[in-house]
């Protein structure tokens, strides 16, 4: 078998295989006497400044883009995750009623706020820890930042649609948020954020009409967020 034919038939293996073979997987592969190593010498050679070079894994050998070429075949692609409903919710009511602290929050929504819901909503540039109270305790409060109007196309807070039913159901009323229910200290929680992951615990209430009032809220911001 002349060299030109051994140097081929390797380049045909190492193309065909989906996998890096070993200097000894070409061997087993090849008619006897066939010399695999001066074939991968030429075909690194020949491959020298081309847009595929041969490479030297760890004694497997591939075929592999050439290293200078990387950044111009990276492509990018945005990728838009869909809050989940606990995260609309929470992000509505931070925007409408900020600054709020996270005990509020739980109190407004009826529900304890599982771990991590605030780190989603600050990972995507939207909200960002405000002053802490001046309260016992000094809790930190809660506020959307410049990204968030921008996401939005808003000006303002004070653009955010659906202000007349939101001042109606006292969302935007300034003074501090309703007080904690007792029990909503901050605690661990746990559960995914994003669609399809709301286990959340519900707040007890003995009083079914502040629970009827809590859920119309919940609805009327989830509706106002929606027609952004």
């Known amino acids: 078998m002349s060299m030109n034919e051994t140097t081929r038939l390797v380049e045909a293996l190492l193309f065909a295989s989906a996998e890096p073979l070993s200097t000894k997987d070409l061997y087993e592969r090849m008619p006897e006497g066939a010399d695999v190593g001066a ?4 075909l690194q050679k020949d491959y020298d400044g081309r847009g595929v070079s041969l ?16 950044e111009m075949l990276t492509i990018e692609k945005e990728v838009s995750k869909k809050l989940s409903r606990a995260a609309t919710e929470t992000l ?13 929050v739980e109190n407004i929504r009826g529900v ?24 016992p305790g000094r809790p ?28 109606a159901s006292g ?18 929680d746990t559960g995914d954020l994003f669609a399809g992951q709301d286990e959340e615990t ?20 989830e509706k106002a967020l929606e027609g952004m």
Do not use: C, N
């Not at 074939?39 to 030429?42: D, G, V």
């Open 39 to 42: 074939a991968l010498m030429q």
């Open 55 to 70: 490479v030297s894994l760890d004694g497997q050998w591939a075929f592999r883009t050439a290293a200078d070429l990387a």
């Open 92 to 104: 509505a009511i931070i925007a409408y009623h900020q600054p709020v602290t996270r005990v509020e």
């Open 112 to 135: 304890t706020t599982h771990r991590g819901m605030l780190d989603v909503l600050i990972e995507a540039g939207w909200v960002k820890p405000g002053r802490r109270r001046e309260t």
């Open 140 to 167: 930190l409060t809660w506020v959307t930042t410049p990204g968030f109007l921008d996401q939005f196309s808003l000006e303002s807070i004070m653009d955010l649609p659906g202000m007349d039913d939101l001042k």
């Open 171 to 188: 969302l935007l009323d300034r003074r501090p948020a309703i007080e904690a229910i007792p029990g909503l200290d901050g605690g661990d």
């Open 202 to 221: 519900s707040v007890d209430s003995s009083d079914e009409e502040d629970a009827e009032d809590e859920h119309e809220i919940r609805m009327e911001i």
